[in-house]
């Protein structure tokens, strides 16, 4: 079993007719998924996609990655939102935290047009000096503020480097299949493209060319991720509660959120998870976090923050839940030295591994919580590959999806994401935003 | 000015008399502060520290940072929550986000010991192959696992590579002054040692040996962020709420919170900050988690996360308010290319300064976000500098003090922290909890 929801620390929070009485609802749920009658069903190509893809440009992603990694030492992703955290999450997760100053045979890779700040962006020109670079820009619509000014940035700098010509094995544009300025341009100056479908939001996006080249170029089988990813889609299947722990994620997080519990923890005991917990945070919280409603998704690291928000969690406001994925086998190894001194008294530890303290550290404090009153759904994953992360994508997605229906919300649209866009046009000046401008003017 | 609170973004949400009936209480809290007869009065040397430090001490700092510089490659920093939040969130704030892999003249500087992940233990240990170390354990009693287990494998790593006795001039001990089995071990060793006082908690510790010597190792003026800090002890002795903006910060976030605004995000459009949002999230939770409530508190960086969270803050529940950290002047700049081709259609923006286009971005959000029901504390700081860091370090701790006295809780303690420590304990085999091992093994 690749995955398994572990619910002996929510069992005293919720009992058991709670779930008989929802499976109606669920199964109304699934139907709408699954026959695509449901809002925002414009956007369902992620769940067919493990299996249903394009194999000719995923073969291409592969030829791809292989050249990035041959002429270059840095690659820079230019994306934002969905368009970068998936890809991120993803090498975080499987490589590490600290990727880049780890020896590799693989570039550095940076993301960068995920800010406007100059100072990120000239501290990578500076990382840039003296190295081959290539960058890989994510835009559907080639429009988007800041992966475009960045765009603007590293394509002066390639065709410095390396003039028109050569700058164009430099570049890589995955956006819309055929509309769009970004396609037009990308054609005529020849470099190679990709495609972001028209049937998966940003946020669903990381099993597409959005995020499988930076994948790939970090040199993580994304054959694995797609056969894991796919495999979930296979073990998700039937809609009953009693066999599927991904819709039973997803009606746990919705009994609580009915009770008061309105913010969920993402938690986990590995740094390299940092980033995954930042994909989810998007996954959910634009999903959800509409019409006046939806479960606020915040995350930690522990140990590390059990010195930081674990006070609040076990003694602050009632109204919080964790969600803990642990990785199961094959973790890392060391063993704590003795101390013929014994300074710090640990010596009961002396010979212990270090990945079983961790792991200790997590039933106690799920105990700690759960007694606290935080409940605790904990997610069992197998082990830190490919194949295993792209099941829990799946996973996550697929009750996000589930979430969101019973939540009431359209879970694929991100209407609030405008509001500010519309702000920062208008007070730039941008050509068509003139009243908006003399009306927010008029209130500095 | 150094920092100026902005609060035309919560006027509609607070009512002027609002202020003035708390009045009253907030001078209340002060004297409590003042005069030491308040919960948790044995912790309020963080008050005066900024002039009132040991001043040999200071300078021995800087004289080991100055040897440390010279001797190592890679500084490695043993310590976890305010052992290490603090340090690191200085260094990234002045430096950068990526200050490891910087062209510099200072050491790469790794924090450790705030975790328990064999992983990440085990990366750090090849990142050290071939390289000159030191390390910084800190830590009051000595016992605290993290760090302890962490010090017993550098340790070896040192006396490995350096021998007993060579060893000794690359470990430094942040500690007890007087108590413990480390500082008594550090004395036999002959290791340098500085002290964790007795009258700072953890996350209130930034501005003693316990902070100062890592932001030291990393060419960052420590005298300039003293002196910062000790303005805004001067600054901020008037309690009433028309001269004092750290107590009207204090109080805005209590009357929103008690309008059922109950997660605050503290927001920065710099990725520099990523870190001080941390070390903020640990001295508000820790402070004010307790008896059943408290803010909660969460952080995000804009526009990076306009593109995640943005959507749940603009639509989603209403519970949520902002305080957004705004750096005024001397910031990066870099200004944006025109594009003849024009693909993206933000030929408006050319000969635009990124830096301007970031704060309209900010202004274009608080006016949206603000619009959509969640109030937006705006707190500007005039510059990037280690003095007016050190300021802001101090309005962050003042005005913490103040919450939690408002609240009505004891905002110098911690007592959950504890409660999942004992349950490891215990499942690990300690000495002492053989009873409470018995009774979570017969719940396993």
Not at 100 to 125: Q, W
Request: charged share 25%.
């Amino acid at each position: 079993m690749i995955l398994k929801m572990n619910d002996k620390f929510v069992k005293p929070f919720i009992a058991d007719h709670e779930y008989e009485n929802i499976q109606p609802m669920v199964n109304v749920a699934d139907r709408m998924l699954r026959e695509q009658n449901g809002p925002g069903n414009d956007y369902l190509g992620w769940m067919t996609l493990p299996s249903d893809y394009d194999k000719e440009e995923f073969a291409r992603i592969k030829d791809a990655a292989a050249k990035i990694q041959k002429n270059c030492d840095v690659f820079i992703v230019l994306g934002i939102g969905g368009s970068y955290l998936g890809s991120r999450a993803v090498i975080e997760f499987l490589k590490s935290q600290r990727y880049n100053v780890l020896k590799k045979d693989t570039p550095d890779i940076y993301f960068s047009g995920c800010n406007i700040s100059p100072a990120d962006m000239n501290e990578l020109l500076e990382l840039c000096e003296g190295k081959d670079v290539s960058i890989n820009v994510i835009s559907k619509s080639g429009t988007t503020t800041e992966p475009a000014v960045a765009f603007r940035v590293f394509r002066n700098l390639l065709e410095e480097k390396y003039g028109v010509d050569g700058a164009r094995d430099h570049i890589f544009i995955t956006t819309d299949r055929s509309r769009g300025t970004l396609k037009q341009f990308a054609d005529q100056a020849g470099y190679e493209t990709f495609v972001v479908p028209d049937d998966v939001g940003g946020r669903f996006s990381v099993l597409t060319a959005v995020g499988l080249l930076p994948i790939a170029v970090a040199g993580i089988s994304i054959d694995e991720l797609m056969q894991g990813a796919d495999a979930a889609r296979g073990d998700y299947i039937n809609p009953s509660l009693a066999k599927n722990d991904c819709y039973r994620y997803a009606v746990t997080r919705i009994i609580l959120y009915r009770k008061g519990k309105s913010t969920e923890i993402l938690v986990n005991y590995e740094n390299y998870a940092t980033m995954f917990n930042e994909w989810w945070k998007q996954l959910y919280g634009e999903s959800e976090g509409k019409d006046n409603r939806g479960i606020y998704p915040s995350s930690v690291i522990f140990s590390t923050d059990l010195h930081s928000l674990g006070q609040y969690i076990q003694e602050g406001r009632r109204n919080l839940f964790e969600t803990v994925v642990t990785v199961n086998e094959g973790g890392s190894s060391l063993l704590i030295p003795d101390d013929p001194h014994n300074i710090d008294g640990l010596n009961f530890l002396s010979g212990m591994d270090l990945d079983y303290v961790n792991k200790t550290a997590m039933q106690g404090t799920l105990f700690a919580h759960m007694d606290g009153g935080v409940p605790n759904i904990v997610l069992e994953l197998k082990d830190r590959t490919a194949f295993s992360l792209g099941y829990l994508i799946y996973f996550f997605e697929l009750s996000c999806a589930m979430s969101g229906y019973l939540l009431g919300v359209n879970p694929f649209n991100q209407p609030g994401v405008e509001s500010y866009k519309k702000n920062m046009f208008a007070l730039l000046g941008k050509p068509g935003y003139e009243d908006r401008r003399a009306a927010l003017e008029a209130r500095m």
